[in-house]
């Protein structure tokens, strides 16, 4: 995983590397400080005449006063400039972070897209970076400068007096047993919770959701009931969890008050004992000082150990983003050209995942000619959709071959066979921009006059034109603020601006009124008739006048022909037929 | 496991005060926890004193271990410690009893704030449980979740740590300069002086780190708003092989927000050495000017042992009063989550004035009576002023007479709505989207209230039944299905929590659910969770009719789903309702005709009034919107 993640700091290295340098040298600053301060005091306040008696040196006192000066502004040099880069460092890490998993989704297939969710996959870019980015920044920072702080203010006091530094070694080890006592028994406590937590949550999200549900059936006693014993549960794990965690800063606050007290005592004795030589008072006074600056950053380091732990999980999902292997590519040496628009199905088997039971397709064989309007109907789950988006090679076969202009789809370049296949997706979507932004997905070169034209065809011009802004209204996010028949209708226009050798509609006209829909209809065999046109439809009169149609029942092809030849040959068709004709409106 | 010390940077440099709604939430969580924690409170202030207290003796400990025993001892040729020994006992006894004040401290916080938490929760939940329909349409789900999530959470913070952070830190702050001020008051003086030049610099750079903090948010909430779209449109974008643009839009915004991120988090960064170094910076000049002052024997000067303690005075004085303006402002942050947790605290309840309620009730004599025992058939019980009570027999006949409704005051969304339903009856509603339809059931159940006219039910005007009664009496199917974790039979129950296994099984046969749940792999037992993912969207819908026909209720309102289903199971559900709606009054919101064929009066709505009535055929005949509809002429949805 951190290899994975590593891989995307390139090139904020430089950032990620001088952070640390830099707070090391602060560190080193800050572990000095305390040494010329003790020297200041000896020298200083403390110096001795001849006589041993006790009358300070103003000069000393006025040069190590300096030094001490020059290096707190040392240190506070090093330590902006260490924070500095480590917000380029970890802020850039993010931006990388962020730019490999959009990059990597770009890449995705249709199969790697089905395999995450929308919501998942945009968690992932967001709060799942955003935790990274932090554990980034403390491990450049505080996860560097703890352990330096630590092994400098150890070794300092050791070098002051090594039998004092042995007070520590028999401390931290007491320190290091409370603590992760605490957290051996906190720890799956609040994961407990954090799991009721969850529960918690989720009785809230279906109340709200069911709400209409609760109040109809005056269940709200019931509801009442159930949350009340979640509350209760998380109020008896929390309890627990956060009784043991309340033992923490007793325990850190005993360490400190052992180490001072037997600072003092041992001290005081070496003092008292040497006359002086063994420890001076300045030094007893910079051990205070190491001993307060170790016992801090050893809590600093066990917080920053919880906090890396705690983003291991948004890690780990942000691996997976970007460890998923994009299943479409090109070949070798793709096809640049593609000839007409003729279509052939030869024996195409697909289902969407390779230990699936049942396919989706299987044993499809069809033959399209270029130019030619085909109608596709079935019943919902009869696999329309998934026959259709093997053509653009949104998906590969699971056995059998689709051939798009007499070539295998999977030859072409794959940027050059989806210019050439337009496909108007059932669940569509528009963005949020002006109208002729969004027409310009389909050929951002396109002139005023040309996108004008599409919509004509597409009987969207005829109600962008009563847009006060007309071309220039600006579609909300997803379309919201158009009905579904002028977002459909916006759809089509789009999908026409590419050109297209082969238009495929997938359900495209469900909200159009029958007038428009067989308008639309008519405008393409008339403007476009060199181009393929497969229709999907749930309506038999969006597909009555096609060449040629093709009943699908369960993944297969149950008949083709034209509307006449399946009213007498097919079953199926004439049962859809029949039932939309009911009433005898004719 | 509460993390590090962050800083909040959103908040820093921000003014730090309180506005009038913050101060009465303040107000109104003081009451909250005085009135039910007023012991357990002073006690943890107590022990905040006393740890104060005992940390400032440390530090004077440490000064007289200098000026009381080593400069005395240091002469001696044969020193004699039992003084120093003795003085470490009596201080290492203090030290305990503020280690133990520590414990205390924390165990009786983590009482008051679980249970404060435990009671916040309960309160909103079954306050919100008596909220009206209106509440739920009017807020986003994610809005009303947030309160039990970021903003309980953000008080919990405030009340376990926030708060006895800032009063230890206020408290730490007065202990220190009264110390400092008895060891030396010149040394005192600059210390002030130091702390407000200190105080000038990280003021500075923290509003600035407050400032980009802001900006950072505008571009994360710009990427995040694109990544949300670009992301939910994925499909599209590789259809239309926009990949490339794609990624050069993301990458403008992605490099704006690294830009401003690195700012913002500069400046946070900066803060910390910042404020340390200062702080070693004072310490210096602590001892060289004390030093100075010390060997000019100036009158007030201090001796050795004092500066050494003043030095970790200084120290302990300076440490708080960094932190209190960043604890002040994360105490803020969490009255405006105090501020949005009591706003729906004090949500106006669903009022019920209704007194007529439903009773089991039986012939005696041909007459109606009540009775105790379940009998299967139900009577409306109608006290009158003069004292006496009557009693309907509950048939599910519902007519509107003259119905106007609005959402928003001024805003009429139903007009002249007169229907007439009798016991039996099928009604249906057709219309486009936002005609509406869902509008006037909602009425029926009273879910909103009639701006003008009457509905009565069986008679009886419904906002003289007690809505319990009145929804009791109806069911519902509707357009969602809505199903909650637990077993498949626990979901059938669930509009009669007494049901028996038998009746459940009934419930599921009338529904035509009972095949599909045999088949799964623990039959009634199996259970489902998020919203039943584990069944198809036409299997729930059965669950949902399963659920509506178990508690038997004359009147059904039913919502048609939308949603594709597959054509087999199409056919049962409709077998479902269709059973389901034999033999009572049925209210159809319908989506597709075919369903609305066999309804005894079918009502088309355009704009809030009905504009067509009657029965298929005679719609048919008439040739007006129905007929339009119907042939597809118009768009329905």
Redesign the interface.
Known sequence: MIRKLSKSVREYKLASLLSPLFIAG?VAM?VI?PLI?AE??NQ???FKNAEGV?????AN??KY?LI??A???I??L???L???F???A???F??NL??DM??A??????KN?DKFS?AS??TR??TDVTNL?NAY?MLI??AIRSPLMIIFSLSMAVYIHPQMGLIFLCVLPVLVAGLLLIMKF?FPL?EKMFRIYDT?????????????????????????EK??SV??E??SI??K???I???N??LM??VV?TC??LV??I???L???S??TALS?GE??SM?TYTMQILMNFM?LS??F??LIMSRASGRRIVEVLSEVPDLKNCDSPEKEIEDGSIRFENVSFSYSADAEKLCLSGVNIDIKSGETVGIIG???SSKSTLVSLI?R?YDTTSGTVYVGGKDVRDYDL?VL??AV??V?Q???L??GTIRENLL??N?NATDEEIRHACKLACADEFISTFPEGYDTYIE??GTNV???QKQRLCIA?ALL?SPKILILDDSTS?????TDASIREAMASFIPSTTKIIIAQ?I?SVEFADKIIVLDEGEISAVGTHEELLETSDIYKEVYT?QQ??G?K | ????MRNNPANMGKKISLDKNQSKALKRLAAYIWKGYKFRFILVFLCIVVTSVVSAA?AS??GS??DK??SV??GSAN?D?SE??SA?LR??GI?LF???A??VQ??V???I???I??DV??DM??H???LP?RY?DTHT?GD??SH??NDTDTLRQMI?QSIPQLMSSVITIVVYFCFMLFTNVWLTLFVLLFVGLTLMITGSVASKSGKHFMIQQQSLGK???Y?????????????????E???EN??SL??E??ET???A??F???????T???G??Q???I??V???L??AGLPFAPS?GA??SF??YSKSFTMPINQVAQQASSIIMALAGAQRIFALMDEESETDEGYVTLVNAKYENDILTETPEHTGLWAWKHPHEDGTTTYTELKGEVRFFDADFAYVKGKTVLHDINLYAEPGQKVAFVGATGAGKTTITNLI?R?YDLEDGKVRYDGINIKKIKK?DL??S???V?QDT????GTVAENIR??K?DATDDEVIAAAKLANAHGFISRLPKGYDTLLEN?GANLSQGQRQLLSIA?AAI?DPPVMILDEATS????RTEALVQRGMDALMKGRTVFVIAHRL?TVQNSDVIMVLEKGRIIERGSHDEL?EKKGKYYEL??????L?
């Open positions: 602060e800050e400080i301060l200041l005091i200083g306040i403390n006790i009358v300070g040196n103003q006192l006025i006063g001490l000066v290096c707190c502004i240190s506070m090093f330590g902006t260490a924070g500095d480590a917000a380029k970890s802020t850039g993010a931006h962020r730019e959009f990059y989704v770009q890449n995705y297939s249709f897209i929308t996959l945009i870019m967001t980015q920044q920072r505080i906190a609040f918690l949550n989720r009785v809230v999200q279906e109340n709200l959701r069911g709400v209409r549900v609760v109040k109809s059936f005056v269940s709200e006693d019931a509801e009442r949350f009340h509350s209760g998380i109020y929390a309890t969890a956060e009784t965690v309340a033992f800063a007793p606050q005993g008050f001072m007290l003092s005592y001290g005081a004795r003092i008292v004992g006359g002086g008072e007893l006074t205070f600093m917080m920053v919880i906090m019943s919902t789950g653009p949104l940027t989806r210019d337009s496909m997706l669940k569509n979507v963005f949020s997905w389909g951002e996010e997803g009905s579904g028949g789009r590419k909200a159009v009124d029958t007038a309506r009169s039932s009911k009433g409106l | 496991m509460a993390g590090p440390s400990f440490v271990v200098f025993y080593i001892l240091i020193p410690y120093l020994v470490i201080t290492g030290f503020g280690i133990i520590i414990l924390n165990l916080m983590v009482f704030t679980q249970n938490m435990k929760r309960d939940f079954s919100m449980q008596t329909i739920f789900h009303i979740m039990y999530t376990s990427i995040n708003g990544i949300q779209e670009m992301i939910s449109g994925q499909k599209v974008i590789k259809v239309f092989n926009h990949e643009k794609t990624k993301f990458d992605n490099d927000l690294c991120a690195y700012k988090n500069k946070v960064n900066i803060l910390g050495p910042i340390g170094n200062l070693h910076l310490y210096v000049l001892a060289v004390g030093g100075i010390a060997i050795l500066i050494v030095l970790l159940n879910f319990a929804r009791r109806l069911g519902v509707l809505n199903l909650f974790t669930y509009s929590p919203n659920r508690a594709s289903i597959d054509t075919s048919i119907y042939t597809g002429d118009t768009e949805d």
